[in-house]
Every structure is written in C-alpha cells, then in structure tokens.
C-alpha cells in the first residue's frame, strides 16, 4: 500500500521517514520529494508498506501526530492523475 505524507519538516530525510514507519511492519520504500531547482525537501513524501493491515496500522496511529516538532498528515495516496502536457502560448502579451 502506498501512503502520503504531509507537512513534513525540511529535515526528514528519507532514512527518518523510513524508520518511522518501520514501527509498524516492513516498509518496501520511504521518498521524500524534492525540489527540482533548490534540492530542498517539498515538505512531503511517500511510504510503501508491503502489509495493507500494518499500512493502515501506521496511517492511524501516525496521522496527526508529531514528527520533528511538526504535527503531520498521513494518509492513503490516491492514484496520480494524468494531466495534458503544458502548452505555452508565444501571444502572452
């Protein structure tokens, strides 16, 4: 099962967010997202549990609680969305 994690502190790595979930069961993989231009954490990230009984385990016990001195959102990912290349019009003005 793959989860979303939000308001994550700019200091999570993905070793920490690893080892947080890891409390409740196997964790297939831990990503932070990161910022294309400055390489700084976006503040979010995702997690998959291999178990969907010990994902959902974490995703109660963790949503709300407190993880580097910020209260975080964990829930569920939903599917990415497919969305229609950008087009750039060369009239901006």
Sequence with gaps: MNIYVSNLSFNITDADLRQTFETYGAVTSAKIVMDKMTQRSRGFGFVEMFS??????????????????????????KPREERSPRTFSSNRW
Excluded: H, K, M, P
Excluded at 60 to 65: D, Y
């Design 52 to 77: 969907t009984e010990e994902a959902n385990s974490a995703i109660n016990q963790l949503n709300g609680s407190t993880l580097d001195s910020r209260t975080i959102n964990v829930n569920e990912a």
